[in-house]
């Protein structure tokens, strides 16, 4: 038998015998019993009745009455109790075959009681405490994704912690235009948390953990499938990286996490709801952890050059190899400077070449001749 907060409402016993006892119906349960009638489903199609028909007396004579026996004061009761019914079971159909497209529905005090119990049930060894209490507005979201069938992205923000409800959220109130008669008037939103605080890798560890209980209680995904890939993130984010790289940041943490739900989104592309007991989003964590895209996001990157050690070295480095030769150019020149002092018929002049340069060519001998002739 599934759990009981897989079973639609429409279809729970006891929420059909505690929606009679709080009208007062409790005359009328044995009858209800004997009919088999014990779900809301099964009461409001319990008669061939068209909810359309403003006639009403087929649905009084052939289920109303024969119910309330002897208690005729309990047909009004039954006929509203037969309008919610049908109205439940109407709205659990519509959900289950669109998918909730109106968004996640709200969840009842009785249902997320129950989600919890039965997933701390399947895991005695964790102790939740105060850090790891997950909201009601997390579940939420997480049956929401169940209920639309299609997976999406759960980002760290929205991991929130059950005390953040109790200390109180943001009301928002805005201004709407009324389909039905065309004046505006005032909606208030319901009450928004803040966003997680992951400040810190151990603040960060504790929403992904928040995460996996959500999946959890949401028949997402199983608490240990999560947990293999809460783990190998944060080992990730806590390796020591090679010399020369540096170490995987948080945005590359969030980018492998967000890879990973694009390959478990294009896995169960047909829906995420179970399928023959199982949660199809189980089957595909050995895929994400083996993936190319998923451990790419995670690699280290080269450290960034440039910084002042190295650039001080580097600096010694080009001192050393590269003044002895501007030291040896300078004096080269000076050499060929003084040499050009002399006389331009000295044999030193003459003689002696430059180290830098090519060697200066004599002046032409008609001109030396005809300077001595002019003295």
Known sequence: MPPLFLIMVSMRSEAFWARMVDLGLEDCIGACKTKGLDTMAKFAFGCEFNPQNPDSSKLTDELLKPIAGEHTEHIPLLRMLWWESWGVATADLRRNAEGGTDGPRKLGVPELAERRKQTLKA????TVTQDLDVSDQLITEVVGIVDRNRLKYVAWEICTARTMEIAGGKIDQAWVTDPSTGYLKCETASAKLGDADLATDFKLDLALRRR?????????????????????????????????????SKQQLRRADEVAFEIMAK???GGVKRVGGHRPLDATIDRVLAHRDYNLALQPLPASSGSSNDKRQTDQDYDRRVAPR?????????GKGKGSKKGAGSKGSQDKKPKWGPPRAAPPPRLRRSRREGQ
Not at 123 to 126: E, K, T, Y
């Open 267 to 269: 896995a169960t592309e």
């Open 123 to 126: 895991l005695p060894g964790l």
């Open 212 to 248: 996996g209980l959500a999946f959890d209680m949401g028949d997402l995904m199983s608490w240990n499938c999560h947990e293999r890939l809460r783990e190998d993130l944060m080992s990730a984010l806590t390796r020591t990286p090679p010399p020369g790289y540096a170490k995987t």
């Open 326 to 334: 501007i030291d040896r150019a300078g004096k080269g020149e000076k």
